[in-house]
């Protein structure tokens, strides 16, 4: 939601990446794909290639702070090596032209497993805190919109029963799925 916002703000395309969509069980095809993902992004300018911790399929290494996290793991396969300095290479911006605006944003719930290289290409780092009562109560509005709702549903009633939800948690479906599960 962070990041469609900026890009909103922005008047910029977003490239949302799945690091299972880059993973590939052949040598060099993730490094083509990253390599796609910049030229696409270069094209599409000005762009938001954004790198969500949420992307988890299967995998630990599908997840930003796990595809640039800290280089001296000695469990990490070679080919994730590869990746990583693919993607910092393209990041560092030594394929793409200066008239060419690509931001890369990323996402974690680990910022401190991340490799130093990365945190030195990430030069504004933001803490978002868990949304308060009122928020919640505006992001189920905003997720709610498009429902049928009757007409004295308590979105703040709602929002008050959800304290430590983050905003992906208000999402209908999930908070749908919690609540049957419970019930």
């Known amino acids: 939601m962070l990041a469609k916002a900026v890009a909103t703000e922005a008047g910029a395309n977003v490239i949302n990446i799945s690091m299972s969509s880059i993973h590939s069980k052949w040598s060099g095809e993730g490094e083509k794909c990253i390599k796609a ?6 094209k ?13 399929c299967l995998c630990s290494f599908l997840k930003v702070d796990s595809m640039l996290g800290r280089r001296e793991n000695p469990e990490e396969h070679q080919a994730m090596c590869r990746l990583k300095n693919e993607f ?10 200066d008239t060419e605006r690509v931001l890369v944003l990323a996402a974690t719930n680990r910022p401190f497993d991340l490799d130093e290289a990365v945190i030195r290409r990430l030069p504004h780092r933001w803490m978002v805190n868990l949304p308060d009562a009122p928020n919640r109560a505006k992001i189920l509005k905003v997720t709610l919109t498009k429902e049928d709702l009757v007409q004295d549903v308590d979105l703040e009633s709602f929002a008050s029963m959800t304290d430590g ?7 209908v479906e999930s908070l749908c799925n919690r609540y049957i599960s419970t019930h």
């Open 37 to 42: 993902i910049f030229s696409l992004a270069s």
């Open 44 to 56: 599409i300018a000005p762009s938001i290639i954004f790198v969500d911790e949420s992307s988890v």
């Open 88 to 97: 910092m290479l393209n990041w560092d911006g030594l394929r793409t032209k």
């Open 165 to 171: 939800y983050s905003g992906s948690d208000l999402m």
